[in-house]
């Protein structure tokens, strides 16, 4: 049975869905190829094995969980919610734009197509390794708890069935980090911000508990490790590096608002009262 039968299906496995399915560009002229992530189904670290169990209810951590919540709750409908809110997209071509600010770089297929693709094929590797400790854990999310609103409430229904732990955006976002932050090195700083920014950001929108997000980090981590192993990923590495380049030597900057964004990142979550 496919994980998509066996869970009722969120934005992540949606945005996997539409991943798998879709087309992308390539370098040459009309040529187009199915997207598929570069390992097969099961080489990457296996959630189960790599995070701790899901937090008990009653425990410090959970404890821990539902005083970041709260304060996260505080920032419900300002800038800091509506970057969150597009944070939580991750379908394709909006999702590459997401680090175009901390690199300084458009990122698409006609400017960067072999970082735009390398991004669309690490989102199935990352996104699929975290479903056998969701499907495990079933951990309900803050919003079933709380029950308060969510950044996307048109996903509620798909999200109450679609376990909390680990958090397969923060997965994802993580790893899109530290591929970015090795691609551009002298960008590495804003890169890991941004990151950091992206995993909490799930905490914002009131569908993940930090420590979903932490889980989901470490997962990331561990794919992007055993990515290095394969040729393929290591290739269209190699050349994401000389595009950002070319891209931001031909004057190729962000189409984003980078001064909003910057404003909604300097309030961070987790001072508020």
């Known amino acids: 049975m496919t994980i998509m039968r066996m869970v009722g299906g969120g934005l992540l496995l949606a945005a996997l ?12 002229p009309g040529a187009s190829t199915p997207i598929v992530g570069y390992l097969p189904r099961g080489v990457a670290p296996s959630s189960v094995s790599l995070v701790p169990p899901a937090p008990a209810a009653g425990s410090a951590t959970q404890a821990r969980d539902a005083a ?12 800091r919610w509506a970057l969150a809110t597009e944070d939580a997209r991750l379908a394709f071509p909006a999702a590459a734009e997401t680090f175009s600010c901390a690199l300084d ?3 698409g297929p006609e400017t960067t197509p072999r970082l735009y693709t390398l991004l669309r094929r690490t989102l199935m590797d990352v996104g699929y390794s975290t479903y056998p400790a969701k499907i495990k854990y079933m951990r309900a999310r803050p919003f079933m708890v709380n029950g308060r609103a969510i950044c996307t409430p048109a ?4 999200l109450r069935a679609d376990g909390s732990y680990p958090s ?15 691609a551009s090195p002298e960008r590495q700083d804003a890169i890991l911000a941004r ?5 909490h950001s799930r905490v914002v929108c009131n569908v993940h508990w930090q420590s979903d997000t932490e889980a989901g980090a470490t997962e990331g981590a561990a794919v992007v490790a055993r990515l290095h192993a394969d040729p393929a990923f290591r290739a269209d590495l190699d050349a994401a590096r000389g595009e950002i380049l070319a891209a931001r030597a031909a004057g190729q900057h962000p189409t984003r608002d980078c001064a909003a964004e910057a404003a909604a990142l300097a309030i961070d979550p987790a001072e508020q009262p």
């Open 17 to 28: 869905a539409a991943a798998a399915g879709g087309l992308v560009a390539q370098a040459q």
């Open 105 to 107: 770089v458009k990122i």
């Open 68 to 79: 970041a919540s709260k304060r996260a709750l505080t920032l419900m409908d300002g800038p």
């Open 168 to 182: 397969g955006h923060a997965a994802v976002g993580w790893a899109w980090a530290l591929i970015l932050s090795e």
């Open 195 to 199: 990151g950091r920014a992206f995993m």
């Open 155 to 158: 996903d509620e229904k798909g």
